[in-house]
Nanobody, 126 residues
C-alpha cells in the first residue's frame, strides 16, 4: 500500500516562504514522478511542479517558475516544494501525487496519478 503524507503548510505573509514535504511510504520504487498540485476553493486542481525520478528533471507551471523549487531526498523518500515570494494567488490546498505511469508532456493532468496525499493548506495573508 502506498501512502503520501504532506506537511509544512501554514499561514505566511505575501513575499514569505514555506517548504512543503511529501513523505512517501510503501511500494514506491517503480514510480516515475512525484507531482505537486494545488486546489483553491471553487477551482480545479492544477499542477504546480513535477519531479522526474529517472533523470531528476523538474517541471513547473508558468505561474510558479522562478519562485518554487521541487526536489527529492532519496534517502528519506520525501519530495519537497520550496515556495518563495508567495503571492496572494498562491493560497490553496497543496497535494502530492504519484502513480505507476507518467506522461511527461502532460505532467500537470491530475487524472493520471493513482495515489494522493491528504493535502496541506497554504494561506497567504498580511
Amino acid at each position: 500500500q502506498v501512502q503520501l503524507v504532506e506537511s509544512g503548510g501554514g499561514l505566511v505573509q505575501p513575499g514569505g516562504s514555506l517548504r512543503l514535504s511529501c513523505a512517501a511510504s510503501g511500494s514506491t520504487s517503480n514510480f516515475y514522478a512525484y507531482v505537486w498540485f494545488r486546489q483553491a476553493p471553487g477551482k480545479e486542481r492544477v499542477g504546480v511542479a513535477a519531479f522526474s525520478v529517472s533523470d531528476g528533471n523538474a517541471y513547473y507551471a508558468d505561474s510558479v517558475k522562478g519562485r518554487f523549487t521541487i526536489s527529492r531526498d532519496n534517502s528519506k523518500n520525501t519530495v519537497y516544494l520550496q515556495m518563495n515570494n508567495l503571492k496572494p494567488e498562491d493560497p490553496a490546498v497543496y497535494y502530492c501525487a504519484t502513480g505507476w505511469g507518467w506522461m511527461k508532456s502532460s505532467w500537470y493532468a491530475p487524472n493520471q496519478y493513482e495515489f494522493w496525499g491528504q493535502g496541506t493548506q497554504v494561506t497567504v495573508s498580511s
